[in-house]
């Protein structure tokens, strides 16, 4: 099964460390531009590798293209630090063994949108299977940043897709946990006496037969519609359990997706393009391909946030 390929969407703001307020990214302190800063870091990072020692990985810019408030290209990434070998699956022999001071780079596209006139950017960043760059960049990103702007914080956060949520809304539910952040007295009573500390959380789950689903995408859908409160959304009575929250794990076509109902803030928007972008020899995205279809999301992520699209 090939590796499913997907674009994730954060917002990024400057916030004034003074007044704690979020700042215009095109014109922040005395009339700096985000735009100026995002140029120079990625034009800095083609030119020498940014290496963490510490995590052992190294981060590179590999492609770089500007097109007005646009930066756009590819970005290398790999860990070092252990011996492996490569083998070659036709002729079944080690093609090649790997030093413990050689990272295997893997690229990835990125754009970054910075509108002017606004306090909100976007940055999509490409992800393969469970694999991604967000938190390297934003380590290197954020920390040159307050170097070159003590007054002043990066956030990147991230941007759900209504879109993408909606599907998964509507998709087959796999799996339904039931959290409570009381054990129960029958279970606390297996327990050493005189222990009062809260020691942990308890959870009930129900999982669908494989190849099949349960039956209770109408429930979700009221839910987010607003129409249903959490603690009613399903009832336990026969069992007794009192929950806080619910996790929900749904699935649309060849993806997968846990659902945090009591923390929608916490939510990931990934957009499976793995059936959508071409592929080039190498088995990775072509360029073209993968830029068209994060422009697109782009586009539509303006017109979610009431931002100009021309």
Known sequence: MEKLISLAAYAIKVW????????TISSF???????????SFLAGLEKKTSHNKDFQQVLRVKRLKKEGRRIYGIIETGDY??????????????????????????PFYFLVDLPEETDEGIILLQRLG???????????????FAEKFEDFRLDLHTLVDADEIA????????????????IPSDV????????????????????????????LTSRLRKFFAGG????????????????????????????SRTVDLGNLNRLRSYHDIT??????????????????LADNMVARIRSNLGLDNG
Not at 84 to 97: C, G, N, P, Q, R
Not at 189 to 204: M, N, P, Q, R, V
Not at 206 to 214: C, P, Q, T, V, Y
């Open 16 to 23: 004034s460390r003074e007044d704690r307020e979020c700042e």
């Open 29 to 39: 302190g005395d009339d700096h531009d985000l735009l100026d800063f995002f140029q």
């Open 81 to 106: 630090g252990q011996e492996s070998v490569l083998f070659d699956v036709e002729t079944e022999k080690i093609a090649y063994e790997r030093k413990i001071t050689e990272a295997n780079m893997l």
């Open 130 to 144: 469970m694999f991604g760059i967000r938190k390297m960049l934003y380590h290197v990103l954020s920390q040159k």
């Open 167 to 182: 599907k998964y809304q509507k998709g087959k539910i796999e799996s339904i946990r039931f959290i409570s952040f009381n």
């Open 188 to 215: 606390t009573d297996c327990f050493d006496s005189g222990h009062t500390e809260k020691i942990g959380h308890a959870e009930l789950v129900i999982r669908a037969r494989r190849g099949s689903f349960l039956p």
């Open 228 to 255: 249903q409160d959490l603690p009613k959304l399903i009832a336990l009575d026969e069992t007794n359990f009192k929950y806080q929250d619910i996790k929900v794990r749904s699935r649309v076509g060849r993806t």
């Open 275 to 292: 059936d959508e972008v071409e592929l080039d020899k190498s088995g990775h995205p072509k360029f073209t391909s993968i830029h068209g």
